[in-house]
């Protein structure tokens, strides 16, 4: 399994994410998103290139905890990217992919071009990520289906502000 790795002396929480069902149960600490294209929400901007609805909650006794247990598909219905407005600067991203049900994919997660997640999973094995350092110069935080990713599903992002 490959993993990305990143080490910063200090870095300052910035945002975690949860990708869920909109009625899922939320998780304490991390925004919800369930899809939607990049708009402002929650207190901040954030969201997909365009509307995703192929979030899953699988309720598996598999899972570590619900983040694990909850996904969303980004090459369904196109090849979909992530985004959140930041303010430029350096962050430390840790990516989680994977899906308690199925493990028929190839995760290949891209952070501002950095690839963070590169694993295929296994029924022994079926969560993979990884952390990056990335410098954001646009203003938002990009999270991109990497060359060679099949059937790409993410999880959650913990996003920190390197500082």
């Not at 369930?34 to 954030?46: E, H, I, K, P, V």
């Not at 369904?76 to 899906?99: C, F, H, I, T």
């Not at 690839?115 to 990335?134: D, F, H, I, Y």
């Not at 110069?137 to 992002?157: H, Y």
Request: charged share 15%; hydrophobic share 35%; aromatic share 10%.
């Amino acid at each position: 399994t490959y993993t990305a790795s990143y080490s910063a002396s200090a870095t300052q929480p910035f945002a975690n994410v949860n990708f869920q069902p909109a009625d899922s149960p939320t998780v304490s600490g991390y925004l919800v998103d369930s899809g939607g294209a990049y708009a402002a929400r929650n207190g901040t901007t954030y969201g997909w290139s365009k509307t995703n609805n192929h979030t899953r909650d699988r309720n598996s006794s598999l899972s570590p905890d619900q983040r694990y247990d909850t996904l969303i598909s980004t090459q369904k219905g196109g090849n979909l990217s992530w985004e959140m407005q930041v303010p430029n600067g350096q962050y430390r991203v840790r990516v989680v992919a994977g899906d308690a049900a199925a493990w028929d994919s190839v995760y290949r997660v891209n952070v501002e071009g950095t690839l963070a997640v590169n694993a295929t999973p296994t029924s022994a094995s079926r969560w993979a990520e990884g952390t990056v350092g990335v410098t954001v110069a646009d203003g938002r935080l990009t999270v991109s289906n990497a060359s060679g990713a099949a059937n790409n599903k993410l999880c959650f992002l913990e996003i920190s502000r390197v500082t």
